[in-house]
């Protein structure tokens, strides 16, 4: 740990967060949305390895531009720190966080220095940097399993089930009676919402949780709601409901 600098440090938490994200999208997700993730991962990797084996400036200089660049490609990434108990948007934000402000704060130094060495107190940094990253993803795990939540099968019962999937609602219009109940199913392994705004109507589901949305005060008509998380100006995670008689 000692002979690593700052700089290179972040770059490998990086390319851990590039490789999260492309065993996420791999096995979680479409496969076919993997290229990003899998040329970010390899980009990173080599810039890392160069960084590693040369202690020159045009290599300082390369880590630096392809942290940065990956950073902004999946910056979207950064706002996973806010579900503290959605595992995978936690740890995956986290990475990116820490590891983009090691990578570029480092970077800038050695460039400043004109050489790679780590700075006095840097290991001790290091070091408890991963120690915090642990515990903090230790939390979110703990408190992932112990947030989840299931509708009991009798307050289910007849009520009409939307399942949240893919960054969709499936179906992506449905016909509720009046008086009745929806079940928000969330299938992913990210956080996602249900949300009527202009009626008060909010739910937070967790990865793998459900939630009842009781919408008996609607009136007969459509109403559209959204993921507050994973839409905007009406684009993204929305639908459609009709309460009918």
Not at 64 to 83: K, N
Not at 111 to 136: F, N
Request: hydrophobic share 55%; charged share 10%.
């Amino acid at each position: 740990m000692s002979e690593i600098s700052n700089q290179l440090f972040g770059m490998v938490l990086l390319t851990l967060t590039a490789f999260v994200m492309l065993s996420v999208t791999v096995l979680l997700l479409d496969p076919a949305d993997a290229a990003t993730a899998a040329v970010l991962t390899i980009v990173l990797s080599g810039a890392t390895f160069v960084v590693y084996r040369f202690d020159a400036l045009w290599a300082i200089a390369l880590g630096l531009l392809v942290s940065i660049g990956a950073t902004l490609t999946v910056f979207y990434l950064a706002f996973g720190i806010f579900q503290v108990f959605s595992p995978i948007e936690f740890i995956a934000g986290l990475l990116l966080v820490v590891g983009f402000l090691f990578a570029t704060i480092g970077g800038v130094a050695a460039l400043i220095r004109h050489r790679r060495g780590s700075v006095p107190g840097g290991t001790r940094l290091r070091q408890s940097v991963l120690v915090l990253l642990g515990v903090s993803s230790l939390v979110s795990v703990g408190g992932f399993l112990a947030t989840r939540t299931t509708v009991e099968r009798s307050v289910a019962a007849g009520a009409v089930l939307v399942e949240m999937q893919d960054f969709m609602f499936a179906p992506g219009a449905v016909a509720v009676p009046v008086g009745e109940r929806l079940i928000i199913k969330n299938i992913d392994a990210f956080a996602h919402d249900f949300t009527l705004e202009e009626y008060g109507l909010y739910a937070h589901v967790g990865p793998g949780s459900e939630a009842v949305i009781d919408v008996s005060n609607l009136l007969p008509g459509s109403y559209d709601y959204f993921c507050d998380l994973h839409s905007f100006d009406g684009e993204g995670m929305t639908g459609v409901l009709t309460i009918h008689q």
